[in-house]
């Protein structure tokens, strides 16, 4: 039941009250074969809490004899209850209930408020109740009093249309028109008991009506309600009726003074859980704590695109991508294949699974063997080296497949590849046709061996070490191998020497080569070639065993053409082999390379490149074109899936594409790949809705950061940034969800003295301040902020003559006095002169900066404002620029051209208003204004500003469909949709682009579905002008009727309003439509005196509201003030940023963390440093890393800190093996050659850890 996940509280999915009357009614149904009519005595107790895995519900059913059966439901594992019910087969017979005495329409004609759906969930939503669309089934509601009628959309179960059936949405949508009673309270309500259900009929219609009523105020204490709930439809038939429905009312946990958490959600295709400690650092600054989730590594698409992914599932939460375009552009985008739960078990059965560090499940036999082909082929690209290259559509025939690991790789390197993976071993055939079948239909695997000819040979198999496997078994020379390649790998990775070496290699390769035999089927390359009709092999891959040899003699002359490229893994310690098959190779016209790794010495193990002659090594401008290309195939594959997943997310998201690397940069064809590729990523992000794109150079021009890339990180764990590094990235991405969905920031009021010049304009007179440079600085920056939409206001305890004389008078003043749009200029508080500018402006205080040097003024604004961001100017002038620059708050996206005129449009307001005031009637003020309005056909170059008035246009809003400028383009792609603008000026000057009219031309009609005029021209004539150019237009093109669409919000009231007073029909006040003939708009004229409407002409200014604004994503509470302040004084930097998310770390870790033995070297005291740092917390030099909450994650960190700061190069074995800084200490020192007595003795204490170490692992 996924719409489950919709039924939310306070960020938890909880099991509804309704679902478990749900249940007990279909038990019950197949109980009984029947419906049954009455449930009573419903009480819920232990909720329970639904996760993402199964949760399991036990029910018990109590036969009492008396007609009555009690329904007992508990969660497994849980012994007190979750609900109780009873239902009663034979209730007592009632009358029919009757609602002819209650008519809709006339209680919608009584009621104080209309709340539309929106609204309503928004506001639950807020209050800690958290409906998902699934429970989202209230259309509108009426509120009269203690009373609401609500119009219900019926949710039917899927496949169960004509079942009778009382869907759980349904009986929760009808108790939440109780909630809506106590709506503006602010408060959440828990579902605690319902007396009696008593459902009349079950087969619903489409639409239903709820009437609630709240009991009397005296049966109601505060903490909880009673009321009744009945459900009938248009016409007043009953379906259900709810009695006693008690909810108890909590307190919003922000009410209480906790601070609402802000979710996020990660996903990334690098390792990205580093920035977590700079999110926690920032939500703790400003008050709120921050919950990180991170998606599984490297499942950007999956996330994007399968239902059950923590993407699709939490939808509050703020979805955030943090996006490496390289890795894309290698042409490996690592995560566009994808693994349902569903699917895995289907292919996968009981079968051993494991989870690769790329994220793909794979199915396996043993772990070790798995991570080190994995490590071969996906980490060290074993297989693309030497000019070896996947291009898309690439036919590849994997010989020697064992698992499918090279398989499953090139199927994330090219598209569409078509793949023939043939493996003898029928233990691992069966592993190997679950991988691929699970992971896409490109591989045709084949349970067969390979060599010269078709035939029959017997296969020795080793279980342990199934790599080794072949027709030409020798298990001495096998043993040898496999002890060489351990031997290697200890000498590398370990300090290990001497006998030691030989004695963890007996152990570590005891018992791998226990075998059995299997007689399989061969065949040979070109005997494929003729069966399965391939035209080319683009790779042919071959990693068999010693049989290398038979599968090349056995490829005819005809088919050597068909093959491009070879790479062959050669069985041969004579190398006698490898000279003969590259000799073959080279008559055949390959160009060869041959490559003994590292690891492989002494092992008799070479790998063998071959490349046409013809054919030269992609490179340059090639090269070039192949990453372009798939990096753009990649990137648009993207986009699809973005915008696929943002037409049903609620929440923004944040896409970030991270810095590049150093390498990236200097390699100028793939810069210049990825500067295309990240262009076009932005231009597709910007057209969708709530999407919010970090260009890859932001986080770094922000915080610059000298050493943000780490290349040992990197290789060693896919981390590729320095702590520093993801330090900027996490600041920026808290900035940028810090400023997603507050509300704007409009006015910026400015004090005069010591803020906009030096000095004292009072007492130092206009030519005894001083304008100097800083403060000219600030006057530009303000100049942007005005340039950008903002309003600029001054607020100074000075007279106001000396304040204007400096305006006058000083030319090097960058601001002028057209720049200010009000003033107040007198000795008031300060705080109260803020409030009398937001009255003026008709805005509210949460979109008001104030700045002032004085610190009274400024602690007097914010202890009666604290609604308003109030920042206090440095004491040094040199600094306010910078300070201004580091402030979140001035962060602003891109402007209009309507909000660059905004400052002039208030003053030209300002103007008309005195004008108002000088006119004895509204007939003389229109007259007087000389209004000119023009309607047009919008132009491409005004879409955005039609999307933004989409937006912000609320009162006279038909629809209030919210559209983005994409969208409307669109739209407008269709032949029959029209959209006009409407641009109004008058004698005072233009107002701009302020109205949008949206209509499809059908047969007979115009039919609109938006219509919206900016309230600045409201009340003059405007309305009646648009509706008027409607008809005449509707009537030329022949069409007779005019249809206006209407979606009824609190706050579209005007709309209504004026559609009554031209005598317009009632319609739907719920929301459908008003039709008018063409003809009768087309004659539509205004008169003021007669068609005036009340509240239409100029908004009356709402009383400043002094409270702080709300969260939104669980920023913008409270006090704003000091948080910014904060930020703009001191955490300007990523130095200060970084030390002060280390301070946090060490602040947070519990009190009793140990403190060991401070060091006594230089070495160990670096160390320390080092794992001081990467913890976040103080630790001893005899603390164990892993107990201290050291992690694989965190020891790659270290490990990589240590060849960057030391010099010095370890493995993560190292740190498993020597886990306290004195060990690893010592065994630097003793890799270094020290020889010291204290060096002996922890050489000492070291080898008996490790002996330990050994002995734990023999144990486990």
């Excluded at 996490?730 to 006015?747: D, E, H, M, S, W």
């Amino acid at each position: 039941m996924p719409y489950l996940a919709d039924h939310g509280f306070h960020d938890m999915v909880v099991l509804p009250g309704s679902c478990y009357v749900d249940m007990a009614l279909r038990l019950e149904r197949e109980r009984s074969k029947g419906v049954a009519g009455l449930v009573r005595n419903v009480t819920f107790h232990n909720p329970i809490i639904v996760s993402a895995e199964d949760t399991i519900v036990r029910v018990d059913v109590g036969d009492h004899g008396n007609g009555r059966v009690e329904y007992t439901f508990y969660e497994a594992g849980v012994a007190e209850p979750a609900a109780k019910l009873d239902i009663d087969r034979n209730p007592a017979p009632s009358p029919r209930a009757s609602t002819e005495a209650f008519s809709i329409e006339a209680f919608q004609a009584q009621s104080h408020d209309l709340i539309d759906s929106d609204r309503f969930y928004k506001t639950l939503r807020e209050n800690g109740n958290q409906y998902g669309p699934g429970f989202q089934h209230v259309a509108s509601i009426w509120r009269a009093g203690d009373q609401s009628l609500g119009r219900l959309a019926v949710a039917h179960r899927d496949g169960a249309v004509d079942e009778p059936d009382l869907h759980p949405s349904l009986l929760d949508s009808a108790t939440q028109l109780l909630a809506s009673c106590m709506l503006e309270q602010g408060k959440t309500f828990i579902l605690r008991s319902i007396e009696k259900i008593a459902v009349t009929d079950v087969r619903f219609p489409d639409t239903l009506w709820g009437h609630a009523v709240l009991l009397p105020e005296s049966e109601r204490d505060g903490k909880s309600l009673v009321g009744n709930v009945r459900v009938f439809d248009q016409s007043g038939t009953p379906y259900f009726d709810l009695s006693g429905v008690t909810f108890s009312v909590l307190d919003r946990a922000d009410a209480a003074g906790e601070a609402t958490a802000a979710n996020l959600v990660i996903a990334s295709n690098f390792t990205a859980e580093p920035v977590e400690d700079s999110l926690r650092f920032w939500g703790d600054h400003f008050g709120t704590p921050i919950h990180v989730e991170f998606a599984p590594y490297n499942q950007i698409f999956q996330q994007l695109l399968d239902a059950g992914s923590a993407f699709r599932t939490r939808r509050d939460a703020v979805k955030v991508i943090l996006l490496g375009l390289e890795a894309w552009a290698t042409g490996d985008p690592r995560g566009v294949m994808t693994l349902t739960r569903e699917r895995a078990d289907q292919c996968f059965g009981d079968r051993t699974r494991c989870v690769l560090p790329n994220g793909l499940e794979i199915v396996h036999l043993n772990r070790y063997e798995t991570d080190y082909v994995y490590k071969e082929i996906f980490e060290d690209r074993c297989y693309l080296k030497h000019g070896i290259r996947l291009p898309d559509g690439a036919t590849v025939v994997d010989i020697g497949a064992n698992i499918g690991l090279f398989s499953l790789f090139v199927m994330s390197r090219c598209r569409n590849p078509t793949i023939y993976a043939c493996e003898p071993a029928p233990a691992v055939y069966e592993l190997l046709k679950a991988n691929c079948e699970a992971y896409g239909s490109q591989v045709r695997a084949l349970n067969v061996g390979v060599s010269d000819r078709p035939k029959t040979a017997t296969l020795t198999f080793y279980e342990k070490s199934s790599v080794f496997s072949g027709f030409h078994a020798d298990e001495t020379e096998d043993r040898e191998a496999i002890q060489a390649v351990v031997r290697n790998t200890l000498s590398s990775e370990t300090s290990v020497a001497g006998d030691a070496v030989e004695e963890y290699v007996t152990e570590l390769t005891a018992n791998r080569l226990s075998r059995t035999t299997h007689e399989c089927r061969l065949t040979s390359v070109s005997e494929m070639i003729r069966e399965y009709r391939i035209d080319k092999i683009d790779l042919l891959k071959i990693d068999a065993e010693k049989s290398e040899l038979d599968i090349i003699r056995g490829i005819d002359d005809r088919d050597w053409p068909k093959i491009a490229q070879i790479v062959i893994e050669i069985h041969d310690r004579t190398e006698q082999a490898v000279k003969q098959i590259e000799a073959l190779l080279v008559q055949k016209g390959f160009r060869c390379a041959v490559e003994h790794e590292r690891l492989l010495e002494h092992a008799g193990l070479f790998n063998l490149y071959g490349t046409r002659g013809d054919a030269p090594v992609a490179s340059g401008l090639d090269q070039s074109r192949q990453t372009a290309g798939g990096l753009q195939r990649t990137v648009r594959d993207f986009c699809t899936a973005l915008r696929s997943f943002m037409s049903q997310a609620t929440a923004p998201v944040v896409l970030c594409v991270c810095p590049r690397t150093p390498p990236a940069e200097a390699d100028a064809d793939l810069k210049a790949a990825l500067d295309e590729a990240e262009q076009t990523l932005r231009t597709a992000a910007a057209t969708i809705p709530n999407v919010h794109t970090i260009r890859s150079a932001s986080p770094l021009q922000q915080y610059p950061v000298d050493e943000y890339y780490d290349p040992h990180s990197d290789q060693a764990g896919h981390i590729p940034y320095t702590s520093q590094g993801y330090a900027a990235i996490g600041t920026t991405l808290v900035r940028t969800i810090y400023n997603l969905q507050r509300p704007p920031f409009k006015v910026i009021v400015l004090d005069c003295d010591n803020t906009l010049w030096k000095g004292v304009c009072g007492e130092d007179g206009p030519q005894g301040i001083e304008v100097s440079a800083p403060f000219r600085r600030l006057q530009e920056f303000m100049l942007g902020r005005m340039n950008a939409g903002m309003l600029l206001c001054l607020c100074s305890k000075n007279n106001e003559q000396d304040v204007l004389d400096v305006f006058d008078q000083r030319t090097d003043m960058v601001l002028k006095r057209e720049h200010l749009v009000a003033r107040r200029i007198n000795w008031n508080s300060k705080s109260e002169n803020v409030m009398s500018l937001a009255h003026e402006l008709n805005l509210g205080l949460e979109s008001f900066i104030f700045i002032d040097d004085n610190p009274v003024d400024c602690a007097d604004v914010r202890i009666n404002c604290p609604g308003v961001l109030t920042l206090q100017l440095p004491q040094r002038s040199e600094s306010i620029p910078a300070f201004l620059n580091r402030v979140w708050a001035f962060d602003h996206a891109g402007a209009t051209e309507e909000d660059r005129a905004r400052t002039r449009m208030y003053q030209e307001n300002a103007e008309r208003q005195r004008f108002r005031e000088q006119t004895l009637s509204l007939k003389d003020f229109v007259n007087g204004l000389q209004l000119r309005v023009e309607i047009a056909e919008a132009t491409d170059d005004q879409l955005a500003r039609v999307s933004q008035l989409t937006f912000r246009t609320n009162q006279f809003n038909f629809t209030t469909i919210r559209r983005s400028e994409q969208e409307i383009r669109d739209i407008l792609q269709q032949n029959d949709v029209t959209c006009l603008v409407v641009h109004v000026v008058d004698r005072f000057g233009d107002y701009g682009l302020v109205g949008v009219v949206m209509y499809e031309t059908a047969t007979d009609r115009y039919k609109v579905d938006t219509l919206l005029l900016s309230c600045r021209v409201l009340g003059k004539g405007v309305e009646h002008a648009v509706l008027a150019h409607l008809g005449q237009q509707a009537a030329r093109e022949g069409k007779r009727l005019v249809e206006l669409s209407h979606r009824p919000t609190e706050k579209n009231a005007p709309v209504r309003e004026f559609i009554r007073n031209i005598g317009g029909p009632d319609g739907d006040p719920a929301g459908a439509s008003w039709t008018f003939a063409a003809d009768r708009l087309a004659s539509l004229a205004y008169d003021p005196d007669q068609t005036a409407h009340p509240g239409l002409e100029a908004p009356a200014p709402p009383h400043p509201d002094a409270r702080p604004p709300r969260q939104v994503w669980g920023f913008g509470v409270g006090d704003r003030s000091e948080p910014l302040q904060v930020i703009g004084e001191h955490l300007y930097d990523i130095d200060r940023v970084a030390k002060a998310i280390e301070a946090y770390r060490l602040r947070k870790q519990p009190l009793d963390a140990p403190v060991d033995v401070a060091p006594s070297s230089t070495l160990q005291a670096a160390l320390l440093n080092i794992w001081s740092r990467v913890l976040g917390r103080r630790i001893g030099i005899h603390d164990n890393f892993f107990d201290v909450g050291g992690t694989s994650l965190r020891a790659v960190q270290v490990i990589a800190a240590i060849k960057r700061e030391l010099k010095q190069h370890l493995s993560i074995v190292s740190l498993f093996e020597c886990p306290t800084v004195s060990l690893l200490a010592a065994k630097l020192r003793a890799a270094s050659g020290g020889r010291d007595g204290a060096g002996s003795a922890a050489a000492a204490a070291l080898r008996g850890q490790r002996r330990r170490n050994v002995t734990r692992r023999k144990a486990s």
